[in-house]
C-alpha cells in the first residue's frame, strides 16, 4: 500500500509526527508537507511563483517539504515524485484544531485531501480540537483503521473524501463513532487594527462561537459526546433545491439575446 501524508501545520507538527508512526507499518508511506503553518489557505495552489521541494533525510520513509499550501504538497506529490506510481490513500493532519461545519471550505488540511479526491484517489482529512495536550495517539489509531479498512474494500470506497474529527480522550474512553453531517454554522472572522507609525494593519482572526445549539447528528454534537465524527464530503456544492426558483432570473438573462449595447 502506498500512502501519501501531508497537513497544513506544517513539517513539523506533532500531529504529523503521530499520524506517520500511526500508519508506519501499512505500507511504503511518503511525507509531503508545507514547510511552515499554512492552516485556513483551503484547497488553495501557487501559480504566480516557483513551488521549491526540499527533501529531507528520514529514516524508513520519503520526505519532502515545500514552500507552499498543502494543496501544492499534493499536486507536486501526484504529478512529479509518484508520478509513475499512484498513491493508495492521502491522509491529511492531524490537524490541531476541528474542521467543523462550513469551516472545511476555509481548511488546508481539508483542501490537501480534497486535491486528492479530485485525482480519484480515497482521501482523509483527520483533525482534533484545540488543546495544550492532545492524544495524538487516538487519532492516529482512528486514522490507521480507517485506511486500512479503505483499503481492504478498494472498490466500495474509490475516491472517498473524508473529514474525521476526533475528541481529544484517551482511545479507550471514546463513547463511539458516528457518520454525521456537517453542521449548519461556521466560525465567525474578526479584524484588530493598528498601527505601526508608517500606516494601519489588520489581523484577521478566527472567532469560534462560545455557545451555539447543537444539532443532532451533526459532526459537533458527536465531538461534544465523545464520539469520532465521520463526514462524508463531496465537490459538487450545486444548489439543486434553488434551480427551479430560478427560472425568473434565467428568463430576465435570456431577454438580452440579441439587444445591443
Known amino acids: 500500500m502506498r500512502i501519501l501524508v501531508t497537513n497544513d501545520d506544517g513539517i513539523n507538527s506533532l500531529g504529523l509526527r503521530a499520524l ?22 483551503g484547497a488553495s495552489f501557487t501559480l504566480h ?8 533525510h ?6 519532502y517539504t515545500v514552500n507552499g499550501t498543502p494543496g501544492d504538497a499534493v499536486i507536486i506529490a501526484l504529478n512529479h515524485i509518484s508520478k509513475d ?30 486535491h486528492g479526491h479530485l485525482r480519484g484517489i480515497p482521501s482523509i482529512a483527520i483533525s482534533m480540537p484545540l488543546r495544550k495536550r492532545l492524544k495524538w495517539a487516538t487519532a492516529a489509531a482512528v486514522a490507521r483503521k480507517l485506511v486500512s479498512e479503505i483499503n481492504s474494500q478498494k472498490e466500495n470506497y474509490a475516491s472517498v473524501l473524508l473529514n474525521v474529527t476526533v475528541p481529544n480522550v484517551p482511545l479507550e474512553k471514546l463513547e463511539g463513532v458516528d457518520i454525521t453531517n456537517l ?12 498601527n505601526d507609525g508608517r500606516s494601519d494593519y ?17 459532526d459537533l454534537s458527536s465531538l461534544q459526546s465523545k464520539r469520532v465524527s465521520i463526514t462524508p464530503l463531496s465537490t459538487d456544492i450545486t444548489d439543486y433545491s434553488l434551480m427551479d426558483r430560478l427560472e425568473s432570473l434565467r428568463q430576465a438573462t435570456n431577454s438580452l439575446l440579441g439587444a445591443k449595447i
Open 20 to 41: 506517520v508512526k500511526g500508519l508506519q507499518d501499512l505500507g511504503e508511506i511518503t511525507v509531503v508537507a508545507p514547510d511552515r503553518e499554512q492552516s485556513g489557505v
Open 49 to 56: 511563483q516557483p513551488v521549491r521541494l526540499k527533501k529531507i
Open 58 to 63: 528520514s529514516r524508513g520513509i520519503k520526505k
Open 85 to 114: 506510481t499512484p498513491f493508495d490513500c492521502i491522509v491529511s493532519g492531524i490537524n490541531q484544531g476541528t474542521n467543523l461545519g462550513t469551516d472545511v471550505f476555509l481548511s488546508g488540511t481539508v483542501g490537501a485531501a480534497m
Open 183 to 194: 453542521r449548519p454554522s461556521s466560525s465567525q472572522l474578526e479584524i484588530t487594527s493598528g
Open 202 to 218: 489588520y489581523w484577521i482572526s478566527v472567532k469560534r462561537p462560545k455557545k451555539e445549539k447543537v444539532q443532532e447528528g451533526t
